[in-house]
Structures are given as structure tokens and as C-alpha cells.
């Protein structure tokens, strides 16, 4: 296993987009210090499209958040394109998508998606362009003029990943993205995602704990396990990037997934 | 079909009406121009037959409208019956005008009831509903404060004073024109404005946040009837004085409102504006303080009656011979209580039509706050 996580750090350096080395973060709460991440060491290479896995706690959305930089990891060392990850942020270098869809429900919906690029300070024409491109994008195409309460919540989470994207950032971090929508929104979702990320080459980072979900979207699939939050393994998918949903039946797709499987469960993950 | 079966209303006022025939007549014996048999016959009828029509009525509409007709007719002969006949009423009049209210209260729940298709007549309904529940006060006021003879000092009937303030515009509107337009609008706007400005230097600078809001807290409790002559002292007897007055009291409300509204906003937002590298200024105009409008309205619909208050008690305490306040102290003293009743209609009057305006603005503004569209969050 540890073999794995080290043969993944050693590729490619040249291109990596993420670099994390001995990362860990320690929370100082009420109740003591909590591990949330622990000797983290994981690259992430330009073009990826990587999910991160494992039960609630087990630090998945907080490596997600310390590339953000809206957490500041305690030890070790992480870099973005080669910057800090604050350096990185004020270079706009990712867009995130977050839980929910987080949109502004005094803005429109194409006023949303064209929030960060007033923020940037993009000429208006510029704008235009970029939100009609973006929303043509995520299939949103004649709701400009909605309201974020007038529409579906799966249309909400398409409009705030199509914010993400308006800004044009190589590396995409999604945090749980259709963890709230139903099962058939959600699969309908994972299939023009998949789409988006061939059309647009991006590196995408992709918190889950769907099995299904992590194994049908990515190319590679990092298990992590909780107290303290570290990785146990990082699986490379042998699914060819076509994917159409019924793949999701073939044995290969199973065998991918039955790893994950045992990942979670070799990392104690389902004790208490 | 739901309105065609009898209702509690009309039968107790059915029975007020029997009560009422048996107990006649109408005015004591003393009275000058007793109510005619036939008025008495009439008013009677109407309640009775529009109360039994009602049944029969298969619309909502229809038997409301008999209602409305039965009940405010009634009301009226009976009030144009007691004139020249004050303090006179016996209890058959106070039977009949409690029976036709009873109808009137019947006519509105009616209408309550009814879920009208057409936005026209809903708006319609959505005015004319309250506007029969505002008449009935003044017409129980009118008709029992006549009917009864009570003494004018304690209490004028409505159409004394309405005809007190066709008799004073000019010195009402000089003294709205002190008040309002001077006192209270001034320091509204300064008091308001200066709450929120400070409420934003409090966010940007913590040593303010610790140290200004428990000091505002006390402030606000500051008690206006202490405060006011003081204010005359410093600033005069003009409206400058009165307006500072308003400013120490709408200041606070809007301070700590909008202090409350900044930190409205969610974490999720906030860290997306993080991640768009947005500055302190982007971040709280596109993010915090739209988030914190529903606040700041809150803040000024509370104000707009603060203000008002505050302006005309400030005025107990030294004022020019103009103002509302001045003339409620003056005219109290003089027992013309009329003119105090004006005055109090004046400023009940600006005052929903100031609340009015701030609460349309905000509206407008807010409209895609869940408590304004009445959708979910």
C-alpha cells in the first residue's frame, strides 16, 4: 500500500499541479488538539482528474481546503504550480465548488457566474463572453436572467460549477459536489462533468464518499481513513476515459471499486 | 355553498335584534328629535334581512356584499339618528349597533375566505379588508360616544376631530412641516446613516467592536424624556434640538442591526469570495452587505416610528410655538382635546405612510429574501 502512495508521489514532478510532502494539520479545539491530516504525500499531476475518499473526518475535505488555502496545514510542505498555496489563491490558480451551491439569491444567475470575474476586474464585454461560454458549458443556457431560488438544486450546483469555471483556473477542487441531489441528478451530473473535463483538460480534485461515484469519475482514486486523517491508498483506474454509466456494470469497474472497498475498510474506517 | 349555512354572527345578531324590540324605544324619553318609527322599523329590517339573505346567498361574494350593505346602513341611521340626541341612547341602540357589527365582522370573514382568482381582486380584498376593520373602530367610537354622551374632554367622537382638522390644516401642516419635515426627517436620515457607518468602522476595526458596542448597548438604554431638555439645552429650542434627539435614538437600533447583519452571511460565501482572492471592500459590498439588508431594513422600519416618538416628546421640552408636540402640551392645557386627537391622527397618519415607504423600499430591495418572495430558503 505504502508503495503505491510513494510510486505516485515519484511521477512526473515536472508537471505536477499539487505537491504535498509530510503535509499534516492539527486542529486546536476545546477537547485537545485533533489530527485532521497526518504525513499527507501526494502529487497531483496536470490533467488528472483525482477523488478523494473515506468515511466523514477523515481529513478529505480539509486537504481540499488546505490547497485552497482556506486552511493553514501545521507540518510539512504543499505547493500549487509550484507556488504557496496563498500565492496560488491571490493568482486565482483554482476554481472550488463547494457542498452546496452557494449562489447569491440577489444575483441572477449569470450575474453569479460572472461574480468572480467583476471580483478579477474583467472588462464587461469580457464578462459577457465568458459567463455565454461557461453557461453554454454546464447546459444552462436560457436561465441568464433566473434566480438561484427559482431554480432545481441539481441546476444550482451546475450554475456554481460553472462559476468555477468562468475564471478559467487550470485546477478544479469540488468539494462533495452533488452529495445533496438525488441519484439520478446526481449520475446525469457525473456524465457531463466527465464531458467538461475531457473538452476542457483541467485538473480536477473531487471529494467523495460515493464508491460509484469516485471510481466512475476519476483516474485515480486516493483512500483516505479518519483519527488522524491520513492516506491509506491511492488506486490508478484502468477505465479508458470514454466512459459511458453502463461501465459502471463491467467487472473492471467492480474490481476498481471492490479495491476501494477493501482501502476503506483495511483502514479501519468503519470501527465504532 | 360554504356560506349558505347560518353563521354564529348573524344569529346572535339575529337575537340581539329580537332583544332589541322587546326593550323599546331607542332614546330615553328626554331626547329632542326621537328616531322615528319608521328609522327604527328600517334598521331593524336591514339587519334582519340582510343577515337572513346572507344564507341564502350560493357566492361569497354575494353574501358578503349583502352583509356589507345590511350592516353599514344600519350603522349609519343609527349614528344620523342620534345626532341632536346625545347621551339619550337606551339599550335597543347599543343592541342594534353590537348587531350590526356582528354583521360587519360576518361580512369579513367572508371575505377572508374567499381565494380569488384575479390579482385585481386580491389586491382589492387584501385593502378592503382592513379598511371595514378601521371603519367599525371609528363607527363603534362614534356611535358610542354620542349614543352614551360621553364627556367631549375625555373622549371627542371621530367626526369631531375629523372635522378639527378640515377646520386647522394650515397649523397642522406647519406644525407636520416643523416636526416631520425638519426634526424628524434630518434626524432620521443623520441618525440612521451615522449607525450604519459606524457599524462598518466597528466590523473593520476590533478594538471599536469590543469597546463601542457595549458602550452603545448603555446608551441606548438612556432614557429620552432625560435626555431631551438637555439636547434643548445644548442645541436650542429650533428642531435642531429635537433632531438630535432622534439621532441618539435611531443611531443605536441601526447599529446594532446592521453589526448583527454583517456576520449574516455564510461561511461557505465567505470562504468562496476567499478563494476568488477578494479584498475587504469587494467582499462586503458584492457579499456582506446585500446579506445584511434585511437587517438595515429592520433597523429602519423600527426607527421610522422611533423617530417620530422621539421628535414630538422632545417638543414637551421647549420648542418654538410650532411643532407637534409643541401643540399636543399646549392644547392639552387649553382642554381642547380635539386638537390633541388631530394631532395624534396626523401623526399616526405620517407615521404609516413613512413605515409604508421603508417597507415598499425594502420590498423592492429584498425581494429575494425567503420572508419576501414566501419561498424556502
Redesign the interface.
Known amino acids: 500500500m505504502l508503495m503505491t502512495v510513494n510510486q505516485a508521489t515519484a511521477t512526473s514532478v515536472g508537471s505536477a499541479v499539487v505537491e504535498a510532502r509530510k503535509l499534516g494539520l492539527t486542529f486546536q479545539t476545546n477537547d485537545g488538539p485533533v489530527r485532521a491530516l497526518s504525513d499527507v504525500n501526494l502529487t497531483i499531476n496536470k490533467g488528472e482528474f483525482v477523488s478523494f475518499i473515506g468515511p466523514s473526518g477523515c481529513g478529505k475535505t480539509t486537504f481540499l481546503r488546505v490547497i485552497?488555502?482556506?486552511e493553514q496545514p501545521t507540518e510539512g510542505t504543499i505547493s500549487i504550480n509550484g507556488m504557496t498555496p496563498e500565492q496560488a489563491?491571490?493568482?486565482?490558480a483554482?476554481?472550488?465548488v463547494?457542498?452546496?451551491a452557494?449562489l447569491?439569491?440577489?444575483r441572477t444567475i449569470e450575474s453569479n457566474v460572472g461574480?468572480?470575474l467583476?471580483?478579477?476586474g474583467l472588462s464587461k464585454a469580457e464578462q459577457q463572453e465568458r459567463i455565454k461560454r461557461t453557461m453554454d458549458l454546464v447546459n444552462l443556457t436560457g436561465f441568464e436572467k433566473k434566480?438561484p431560488?427559482q431554480l432545481s438544486g441539481g441546476m444550482q450546483q451546475r450554475a456554481s460549477i460553472a462559476r468555477a469555471l468562468a475564471?478559467d483556473a487550470d485546477l478544479l477542487l469540488m468539494d462533495e459536489p452533488f452529495g445533496a441531489l438525488d441519484e439520478i441528478v446526481r449520475d446525469h451530473l457525473n456524465e457531463q462533468l466527465l464531458r467538461l473535463w475531457r473538452q476542457t483538460n483541467k485538473t480536477i480534485c473531487f471529494v467523495t464518499h460515493s464508491i460509484p461515484e469516485a471510481v466512475y469519475l476519476s483516474t485515480r482514486i486516493v483512500v483516505m481513513s479518519p483519527r488522524p486523517g491520513r492516506v491509506t491508498d491511492v488506486i490508478e483506474s484502468t477505465l479508458p476515459t470514454e466512459r459511458p454509466l453502463d461501465i459502471r456494470e463491467s467487472p473492471e469497474f467492480l474490481a476498481i471499486a471492490a479495491r476501494v472497498r477493501d482501502g476503506l475498510r483495511a483502514g479501519h474506517s468503519y470501527e465504532d | 355553498m360554504m356560506n349558505s349555512k347560518p353563521s354564529w354572527q348573524v344569529l346572535l345578531a339575529l337575537v340581539l335584534c329580537t332583544i332589541a324590540m322587546a326593550t323599546m324605544p331607542m332614546l330615553a324619553s328626554e331626547a329632542t328629535a326621537p328616531m322615528s318609527n319608521g328609522t327604527t322599523t328600517l334598521v331593524i329590517g336591514l339587519i334582519a334581512l340582510s343577515g337572513v339573505a346572507s344564507f341564502a346567498m350560493f357566492s361569497g361574494l354575494a353574501s358578503a356584499a349583502v352583509l356589507f350593505v345590511g350592516a353599514h346602513g344600519a350603522a349609519w341611521l343609527l349614528i344620523s339618528g342620534i345626532s341632536g340626541n346625545e347621551g339619550t341612547a337606551r339599550m335597543p341602540y347599543f343592541l342594534l349597533l353590537a348587531a350590526a357589527w356582528l354583521l360587519a365582522w360576518r361580512c369579513v370573514a367572508v371575505l377572508s375566505a374567499i381565494r380569488p382568482v384575479s390579482k385585481q381582486v386580491r389586491t382589492f380584498l387584501r385593502l378592503l379588508i382592513p379598511a371595514i376593520f378601521g371603519a367599525w373602530i371609528l363607527i363603534i367610537w362614534e356611535a358610542v360616544t354620542r349614543g352614551a354622551g360621553v364627556p367631549f374632554i375625555l373622549l371627542p367622537p371621530p367626526s369631531a376631530i375629523a372635522a378639527r382638522i378640515g377646520n386647522s390644516l394650515p397649523i397642522l401642516l406647519a406644525d407636520v412641516r416643523q416636526t416631520i419635515f425638519k426634526a424628524v426627517l434630518f434626524g432620521y436620515i443623520v441618525g440612521c446613516a451615522s449607525g450604519f457607518i459606524v457599524a462598518i468602522l466597528a466590523d473593520r476595526v476590533p478594538f471599536l467592536r469590543r469597546g463601542l458596542l457595549p458602550i452603545g448597548n448603555m446608551v441606548s438604554a438612556l432614557p429620552i424624556i432625560g435626555v431631551a431638555p438637555i439636547m434643548v439645552i445644548w442645541f436650542g429650542f429650533e428642531w435642531q434640538s429635537k433632531a438630535a434627539v432622534v439621532i441618539i435614538m435611531t443611531f443605536f437600533p441601526m447599529l446594532v442591526n446592521t453589526v448583527a447583519g454583517l456576520t449574516a452571511s455564510g461561511h461557505m460565501e465567505r470562504d468562496l469570495m476567499r478563494t476568488y482572492a477578494s479584498n475587504y471592500w469587494q467582499t462586503l459590498f458584492k457579499l456582506r452587505l446585500p446579506a445584511t439588508a434585511p437587517f438595515i431594513f429592520n433597523a429602519l422600519k423600527i426607527n421610522s416610528t422611533l423617530a417620530l416618538i422621539g421628535a414630538i416628546v422632545a417638543e414637551f421640552f421647549g420648542t418654538p410655538i410650532v411643532g407637534m408636540g409643541f401643540r399636543i402640551s399646549t392644547e392639552i392645557g387649553r382642554m381642547n382635546v380635539d386638537m390633541v386627537w388631530a394631532e395624534i391622527a396626523v401623526a399616526a397618519l405620517a407615521g404609516s405612510v413613512f413605515y409604508g415607504v421603508v417597507a415598499l423600499i425594502e420590498r423592492a430591495t429584498t425581494f429575494w429574501h425567503p420572508s419576501v418572495r414566501g419561498g424556502r430558503a
Not at chain 1, 489563491?89 to 486565482?92: G, K, L
Open positions: 485552497a488555502d482556506l489563491r491571490q493568482a486565482r483554482y476554481g472550488y463547494f457542498q452546496a452557494a447569491f439569491p440577489w461574480l468572480p467583476e471580483i478579477i434566480y431560488w475564471f
